[in-house]
């Protein structure tokens, strides 16, 4: 198999008990292994990098809730500046 630029080659290992259903998502898709391992690592990705900011998010807001030196000058939002 020729190598692909910017491409880095794993082994893997899964449960037998997965290997028909992964060989019936491949003939359905019409994809090669490689392909559906990058597309499940690629939302898998997604999802965790959403999971993160969204535990980020909540950290900050309960930080804001808490923290009032944080929010003293929210009075000023929405006022015009000259």
Known sequence: M???ANHK????????S???E???ILVDLKISRSE??????SEYM???KKQK???IAKMMR???ATDKDLTVLTGLDGEDFQ
């Not at 080659?9 to 037998?16: G, L, N």
């Not at 559906?36 to 690592?41: S, T």
Request: charged share 35%; aromatic share 12%; no cysteine.
């Open 62 to 64: 309960q930080e804001y």
């Open 22 to 24: 992964l060989e019936n």
């Open 9 to 16: 080659r794993f082994t893997i290992s899964f449960p037998r």
């Open 2 to 4: 020729p190598k692909i």
């Open 46 to 48: 997604k999802k965790y």
């Open 18 to 20: 997965m290997e028909t």
């Open 36 to 41: 559906l391992i990058r597309r499940a690592l």
């Open 53 to 55: 900011l969204e535990h």
